[in-house]
């Protein structure tokens, strides 16, 4: 089992950067990839992003794709999400993910097993 714990979040202004972390701990070594979801209210779950835990492949979300970075500390076993140029339609609480899967599609959430608490990101026009 994976336990993650993320940090950072906030309310900032458009235009604005913000950056969220994710800590893993545990079975660390059985993960494929970690994965940024996030859900707005009155929306459906969005994929954001995700990056491969043993190689460096990432995948972003269309709506966030050029302004959100995401990348991974492998010695403190943390993923990082920057997010720049921010807009109001960000706003959202923000989870990652991590799937021990073989195969895992990255942007199915129900192919990851272990989640973050969330984090509320606001951003104000």
């Known amino acids: 089992q994976v336990r993650l714990v993320q940090s950072g979040g906030g309310q900032v202004q458009a235009g604005d950067s913000l950056r969220l972390s994710c800590a893993a701990s545990g079975r660390t070594l059985e993960m494929f990839a970690v994965a940024w979801f996030r859900q707005a209210p009155g929306k459906e779950e969005e994929f954001v992003t995700s990056?491969?835990?043993?190689?460096?492949?990432?995948y972003y979300g269309d709506s966030v794709n050029g302004r959100f970075s995401i990348s991974r500390n492998n010695a403190k076993d943390t993923v990082y999400l920057q997010m720049s140029s921010l807009k109001p339609e960000d706003t959202a609480v923000y989870y990652c993910?991590?799937?021990?899967?073989?195969?895992?599609?990255?942007?199915?959430?129900?192919?990851?097993?272990?989640w973050g608490q969330g984090t509320q990101v606001t951003v104000y026009s």
């Open positions: 993910a991590a799937s021990g899967k073989w195969g895992v599609i990255v942007t199915k959430s129900s192919d990851y097993d272990s």
């Open positions: 990056i491969g835990w043993h190689d460096d492949k990432t």
